[in-house]
């Protein structure tokens, strides 16, 4: 009797965790260990346990499963979830819709599927609510002392607003014929279009029938991106409803070939410097040029051979916040080693490839400048084509630098 307690207690503390600490053991490891061990400390024979298997319930399951994924895939949660949103214009009937679709799914469907399904509609709406609503924004110090009557000033979400303008040609050669002006925010099949252009552009993919937007991410990087606005026919763009702060500002979806020349927001250079709207709005006026250039070539070892499968990074001298990855550009050589950057800014670069690294520190430019003297420098000119051997940096090199930075 003991071990069958000792057992269940130790197996539903783990799975109330979550995982065991220091081992890789989760909720469905716990669960067979623990079942397990009944077997092999005689709490249950080995005919028991066969018999405690409910095969018709694991049949159900599997069953459920197979619909629920065929259900994402088809995109049905998507459409419950755009036609729940684009319904419930105030938070009591948000709340009363989301109890009756869950009760109604969970009918059918297992618990976990209706959460995930439900859990970004409410969060999606809320940041929707949060960022349509006032906000406000004050610096607090904490030390060894509580922090009391802290004052916060709320006001209306900013406006950022602005032109673009493109060298040599009318603004409106870049807007494609039939492509949407704005987003509908309420509408998750709006929204999940924008982002999916989005990727696709950023994946090198043909360019989507979308016009180019400004994006607004906070320099708090966790905070993520907040707003955006499509640029108009007259050469404007508008992004409204933005909380208090400070923002990058880069152009999504740009035919391949053009970048921001210079983007001014007052005084401010905000290619090098965040656009702050921590006290109301502000301006940004854009200069978009066709003239970007390309930088390829290829990585050999010491050996002379062709490495493939690497890691290729070209950073610029210096960090350009207002354009997206900071201005990184990343790649993997191919079957012959060769690697190729479209669309590259003119400037002044480096240029590296890596033997082993871990991807998450190639968008970090602090990071990528410790190896400046070791990288090959590369200077792109309008419409310039270069080309020339990536620099490989050693795995030990590399451990070394990291070992720095702890």
């Known amino acids: ?112 599927t209706v959460c995930l399904m439900l859990t970004p509609l409410v969060v999606r709406e809320w940041h929707a609510a949060a960022l349509r609503g006032p906000g406000g924004r004050t610096e607090v110090t904490v030390t060894n002392k509580d922090v009391d009557e802290v004052v916060l000033r709320l006001r209306p979400g900013s406006v950022l607003s ?91 979806l740009l035919p391949e070939g053009f970048y921001v020349k210079s983007a001014r927001s007052g005084g401010v250079d905000a290619l090098i410097d965040p656009v702050d709207l921590t006290e109301g709005n502000a301006t940004l006026d854009l200069v978009l040029a066709n003239t970007a250039g390309e930088v390829s070539g290829m990585v050999r070892n010491e050996r002379g051979e062709a490495q493939t499968n690497l890691k290729v990074t070209l950073w610029p001298e210096v960090a350009t916040g207002g354009r997206m990855n900071d201005g990184i550009f990343s790649a993997v050589t191919d079957q012959s080693g060769s690697f190729r950057f479209r669309t590259v800014p003119p400037g002044n670069y480096h240029l590296a ?37 990536a620099k490989l940096i050693p795995a030990g090199i590399v451990a070394v630098e990291v070992t720095k930075l702890r």
């Open 162 to 252: 602005g032109t673009m303008r493109l060298e040599g040609a009318d603004i409106k050669t870049l807007i494609p014929a039939g492509s949407p002006s704005k987003v509908d925010w309420s509408s998750v099949v709006e929204v999940e279009e924008h982002v999916r252009a989005i990727q696709m552009s950023l994946n090198g993919s043909p360019r989507p029938n979308a016009r180019p937007s400004v994006e607004l991410f906070n320099i708090v990087r966790a905070l993520g991106g907040t707003g955006m606005g499509y640029l108009q026919e007259d050469g404007t763009f508008r992004v409204e409803n933005t909380a208090p702060g400070r923002y990058w500002t880069p152009v999504m």
């Open 1 to 112: 009797m003991i071990p069958a307690i000792l057992i269940f207690a130790a197996t539903y503390l783990v799975m109330a965790i979550g995982k065991l600490p220091f081992y890789r053991l989760d909720r469905a490891g716990a669960a067979l260990l623990g079942a397990c061990l009944m077997v092999a400390t005689g709490v249950l024979s080995l005919d028991e346990a066969w018999r405690a298997i409910d095969m018709e319930t694991i049949t159900l399951l599997l069953g459920m499963m197979i619909v629920v994924a065929n259900l994402r895939l088809s995109g049905f949660f998507r459409l419950v979830n755009g036609f729940v949103v684009t319904r419930a214009r105030h938070p009591l009937v948000l709340l009363v819709a989301v109890a009756l679709v869950s009760g109604v799914f969970s009918a059918f469907l297992v618990n976990d």
């Open 353 to 389: 490839a890596w033997e082993s690294v871990d991807s998450g520190l190639l968008r970090s430019h602090a990071f990528l400048t410790l190896f400046n003297s070791r990288a090959a420098a590369v200077e792109v000119g309008e419409g310039a084509r270069n080309a020339g051997e």
